[in-house]
């Protein structure tokens, strides 16, 4: 009897789940959160539709964020990684200082990819490369990069801060970057 209770216990519990988030109860998540990281991670992990696979841009605009078309891209496997940084110069490409990082599946040439801004409308800084192989590393002579902007870079140099920057307003901000490799 103690046993069918228990049993009844646990059913009544998933039942309430079910009735309390339907939708988290019906659809798993397309993506791991985990692959979401940065400084303002916990700000931006619930403005994403996890139902989604991760970049995905909605019709409805129901926070801050910027629509990034990527273009040029070499070849169509591996990932997109890329990391939003905040309005310091110091902060721009520092370990540690990105406000957001997330990797995207290659699906294409070209892609629009949307990425929250959790810190509102302000200034912001945009850096990528194509991780061809999947290793989650970057290698600089072989695997393109973009930034915002499309800043170029010196040889052996990161593009200046100053010609990466962007100013972002409500809703949604459009973005170019294209690939180089």
């Not at 129901?62 to 078309?69: K, P």
């Not at 800084?125 to 695997?143: I, P, Q, V």
């Not at 593009?159 to 949604?172: I, M, V």
């Amino acid at each position: 009897m103690r046993d069918m209770l228990q049993n009844i216990g646990l059913w009544a519990v998933a039942a309430m789940l079910v009735i309390i988030s339907p939708a988290a109860a019906l659809e798993p998540p397309v993506f791991d959160i985990n692959i979401v990281q940065g400084m303002e991670r916990e700000v931006v992990i619930p403005l994403l539709d996890v139902t989604q696979p991760l970049g995905t841009c909605s019709d409805n605009v129901e926070h801050d964020e910027i629509r990034i078309t990527i273009s040029n891209i070499r070849e169509i496997k591996g990932y997109i990684r890329m990391s939003l940084y905040g309005s310091e110069k110091k902060e721009w490409l520092a370990k540690g200082k990105k406000l957001v990082r997330f990797d995207v599946q290659v699906t294409g040439r070209q892609m629009v990819v949307c990425m929250p801004l959790p810190r509102g409308p302000g200034v912001y800084s945009l850096g990528m490369f194509h991780d061809e192989d999947a290793n989650r590393k970057f290698a600089y002579f072989s695997e393109g990069f973009g930034v915002s902007n499309n800043a170029k870079r010196g040889f052996f140099k990161q593009p200046p801060f100053k010609k990466t920057r962007f100013e972002t307003q409500s809703g949604r901000n459009d973005l170019m970057v294209q690939m180089r490799y």
